[in-house]
């Protein structure tokens, strides 16, 4: 369990291009689509105007995410897309008569990343190949009933590459070896319906996001891993619960309650009737703004509470998310003894009081001429339960080895402070079927950060090609350019400097 988490900080080789929201109910449910899909939004975007209003057995907007699979609308819903135009934006739905109640269909997505460490030669960089494929059953028999199914299946022929911390804790029985066959998991599987057109019901397996951050989102409670704001794809499985939608369409308002069929904050299905969560959502609209109240209770964890507020102000979208619990999501370790060995210098405690997380963020959209948009977007990010000193980053990452479900070493959740900035430039000039996203985050606790510039563009109608380049600087020692200097055996471990990668990806 180790290599995914060292490899997500020292490696890098999942890429970057936005924080991935999945796409909006209304997208999954029917909501009709009059255009060709937009590109998909990076952070610090303006924000999208309200969807119309939705139809009878439809899912209507809200501020939830709900069903990642990236099939193209031609695909999934019988639209022929035109070879001149590019496929429609992964998940968006349109209507469409039922003359066949089932679809099947999926994605490949092959990706390759090479990333070099201080020292190396060109020749020495570590190749990883994470492959990914993904395939669904979509079945709507009728316009108020539906049933998905969503399995994904991994495979890395490399085992995740050349990484000099992974490969020194392996080599010293401190982490487990790679594992380089394929590995297949569930993402979805859901039932939709609702209840006299008032209610609307998802059971089973699913994705359902809280909050408004685009880097970081502590109000994402029913997520057990957090997002990797890095990731290009956001590969995390779906969460077993019941959840219930009542839209007030008067007012715009939509109030969301959940029963959570898996402990939470973690990977674990409860038992008995007794450790069922319970918790739920409202978003109300005020004048130019949206409000959103949720809070989440379950036996063995303390309650958690979120609060988030976007508006739109001038030519700016501005947003606001706080997270507010007692309870942590990791184990939080102190130091006691600097001179004695690494494994014994830090023991955990639990803080008292209020943990907060706070995420402040805007988006600007600078119109340069008459078709062409350049998003600027800016996120800062307060993370109470978080580290000032680096030095116990090292401590960090010996006990998530040793023991993953203590979550200890939790990239882009390290330091108290973060600030992310992105550049985000679709369609530039001719150039329609092409993204271009520069991006900055840094962890201003311990003063590292990393650079990324991305590019995605569409080619032969279906195939999308993406590339990106990493570099890592700041602080030697710093999350975004980690050193570690462990007791030999293991020894100096050199942090990465630069990392780049490729990828192909095509619907089914």
Known sequence: MIRPIVTALLVAATGWASAQDRPAEEELFGTPSTEASPPKEQPGTAKEAPPAKPTPGTAPASGETHGDHPAAEAELFGTQASPASPPPAPGRMVTREQEDPLKLGGFVYLRSAITWYEGDSVGDGGLSLPNLVDL????????????FALARTFWDPTGGGRSPARDALVENGLAPAPDTRPQSVLDQLWLNFDLYHQVYVTAGKQHVKWGVGKFWNPTDYLHPVKRDPLAVFDARTGVTMVKAHWPWESKGWNVYGVALLEQAGRRQTVDTIGSVGGGGRAEVVLGPAELGVDALAQQ???????VDLSAGVWDLDLYTELAIRTEQDSTKYRLVDPSAPIEIRYVPYQP?????QLVVGGGWAWKYNDEDVLNVGVEYFWNEPGYSDPAVYPFLLLQTAADPTTRAFTP???????LGVSLNLPAPGRW?????TLSWIGNLSDRSYTVRLDHSTLCLTYL??????SVYGGTKGGEFRLALDYPEPVGYLPPAVLSAGVALRVNL
Not at 352 to 356: I, T
Not at 432 to 436: K, L
């Open 136 to 147: 669904f059953l979509d079945a709507r028999p009728n316009d108020r009933v539906r049933a």
């Open 300 to 306: 063995g964890t303390k309650p958690r509470f979120g």
């Open 352 to 356: 008292e009081g209020w943990q907060p």
């Open 412 to 418: 882009f959740y390290l330091g108290k402070q973060y």
């Open 432 to 436: 329609n079927d092409t993204i271009f």
């Open 464 to 469: 999308r090609v993406e590339t990106y380049v």
